[in-house]
Every structure is written in structure tokens, then in C-alpha cells.
């Protein structure tokens, strides 16, 4: 059963406009989100993280936005640009003991067109 | 961001052979490091979790004396890949967690088993 799930494998948009990466978890006990980027061949790297407690976290163009009661996150980044291309990977985990393990979403393969 | 350092970046070895891959912390302390693998156009896998000081735990499928893995210090954890067959053929990342449960991803390992 996949507990974290990013639904739309792939996006294009067109640079300067918003790009909107949606995640959904099925699990109620995950109170901490990450967001990050992975070029092929590469390990992913850390964008951005929210915790459970707050609705919104911004950092420059990379917003994430949290709907607990929905179990839905976004990563918005606004303006989009070429170097954004890339996958991108939802992860959620608990706090404490095993709970620090990293359950992740399949990805989305972002395509920023110039 | 922290760096985390992972070597080698590229092996080939024959069939039967170990391959041992390190995983360094450079900048900080991580009492808890955790080895991934990923296969084509897959999300990643967590294989298992490793601590300073202690045994692996190593996720359920995945054979705790094929993968051997050691955190010696709180800055080195490294996974030795043993008697490797074809089908071990595969990305392997390392993870180091940080502060708030971010986890730091290093560059890969990509393992070409012949």
C-alpha cells in the first residue's frame, strides 16, 4: 500500500509561470514533510520541509502548503525556470525512533520549457 | 545545505566479488545514516537504517548478510555489497539525518555487476 503518492508522473510548464507539485499520504501519523529534487544519476536534494503544525512554509520561489485535514501537500515554485527541470520527490515521516525513516512518493519529472 | 559524501561514484565488478561503498557526513554529526536503492524510473527504496554504535535494521526483503552494513562513527556508515550477482546491479544512495529529520542525500553510487 503506498502511503505517500504523487499522481501526475510528469509536468510541463513554461518558464515564469508557477509550477504546482501535488503529493497526497494516506497516513495520519506523519507530521513531517520534505520536498526534494533529483537529477538522474544523482541524490535527491533537499528543498524544502514543513512540519504538521504549520499550514505554510516559503523559502525564495519554493512555497509548500500543507492541508492536514485533506492529507494533501503542494510545492508551488514561482517563477518556474529551465534549471527547475528536474524529478521531483514528496517524502513524509513521523518524528522519533523508526519514525525517522523517509516514506516517499514515485516522483514527478518537471519540465520547465524556456 | 550539509554535504554528505558518498564514494565511489561509479563501480563495475565481476560476479562474486564484494563491493564496499562509503557514505561520509562532512560538516555534521549523524547519529543516524540510512542506505536506499533505486531502480529504473522507481521511486527510492529504503534498504536500511543504520546507527552509530549499533546494529543495522534492515527493511523487511532485504538480506541483512548480502548487504553488510557498518556505522563505525558518528560521520562514516558503509554498505558492502557481498558476493554481488548481476540482479545487485543497481543506484544506491546514502542518507544522513540532520536537525528536524532532514535527511541529506549523497551523490549515488551507480554498481554495474558483470
Known sequence: DQQVKQ??????VQEGRISILNCDYTNSMFDYFL???KYPAEGPTFLISISSIKDKN????FTVFLNKSAKHLSLHIVPSQPGDSAVYFCAASGLGGSNYKLTFG???LLTVNP | GAVVSQHPSRV???SGTSVKI???SLDFQATTMFWYRQFPKQSLMLMATSNEGSKATYEQGVEKDKFLINHASLTLS???VTSAHPEDSSFYICSARAAENIQYFGAGTRLSVL
Not at chain 1, 499522481?7 to 510541463?12: A, G, K, V
Not at chain 1, 516559503?58 to 520561489?61: A, K, L, M, S, V
Open chain 1, 7 to 12: 499522481n501526475s508522473p510528469s509536468l510541463s
Open chain 1, 35 to 37: 520536498w526534494y529534487k
Open chain 1, 58 to 61: 516559503e523559502d525564495g520561489r
Open chain 1, 106 to 108: 514515485k516522483g514527478t
Open chain 2, 12 to 14: 563495475i565488478c565481476k
Open chain 2, 22 to 24: 562509503e557514505c561520509r
Open chain 2, 78 to 80: 558503509t554498505l558492502t
